[in-house]
């Protein structure tokens, strides 16, 4: 699609819930808010506001992230042929979401109406747990990549890198990773320039490509040499 091709905003639908991980919803989040700002500086009619998020949550209202911090979400409702982009986060609630039935056949009947599914980190878990990953390529954070395959050897993980794409399914490690993504996500979109525009603003050092690894050579440097060297 070209960066004017579309002509309506996309409506990005974040799924929180007690526990989630604030930086893999505030960081797109903020991504997205960037990209929208960057078509007004670059003049580029008729699209102003090319993303529209939303947090939607199972009850709505107040959810705690795991930082401590309150997110005020939608509740749950029959508006996801609406969404453009379902995002799921994780975060040290995962587990009791996955239990949580009501939210896991939300799940499995929006993410066939969305025009692609992304999860962050502990967020294929959730996926999984719907039974929506089966035989698909996904990344997870690296120090639950064991867990992920013992729980569900149908995924197809993709050890140590940044994020994938497996069709309409995305995934990335989680934490800044999330970011990364996003960022690819608006270049498919809207193309490189909106992209870098908005890598800019964010004053990153550069975009990183999904087949960097996770843990990378850098801070592993830092981390083992010595105070003066580092």
Request: glycine share 12%; proline share 7%.
């Amino acid at each position: 699609m070209s960066a004017v091709g579309a002509l309506a905003s996309r409506t990005v639908g974040f799924l929180a819930y007690d526990g989630v991980q604030l930086l893999s919803i505030a960081g797109p989040s903020e991504v997205f808010g960037a990209a929208n700002r960057a078509f007004a500086e670059r003049g580029i009619p008729p699209l102003r506001q090319p993303y529209a998020p939303r947090i939607f949550s199972p009850e709505g209202g107040g959810v705690v992230s795991a930082s401590g911090l309150t997110l005020q979400t939608d509740p749950l409702d029959n508006e996801g042929a609406a969404l453009d982009t379902l995002v799921v986060p994780g975060g040290r609630g995962i587990r009791a979401i996955m239990a949580h039935a009501p939210t896991l056949d939300w799940l499995r009947a929006t993410a066939p109406k969305v025009r692609r599914v992304v999860s962050f980190g502990g967020g294929a878990f959730i996926l999984a747990r719907a039974g929506l990953m089966s035989d698909r390529r996904c990344v997870t954070h690296w120090r639950f990549e064991a867990d992920l395959v013992r729980e569900y050897p149908d995924v197809k993980l993709v050890g140590g890198e940044l994020f994938v794409r497996d069709g309409p399914f995305f995934s990335a490690a989680g934490g800044s990773a999330s970011v990364d993504l996003t960022l690819r996500l608006v270049e498919e979109d809207h193309g490189k320039p909106i992209a870098i525009h908005v890598a800019h603003m964010m004053v990153l050092s550069r975009v990183r490509p999904g087949e960097q690894p996770q843990l990378g050579a850098e801070l592993r440097a830092q981390l083992a040499a010595t105070p003066r060297i580092a």
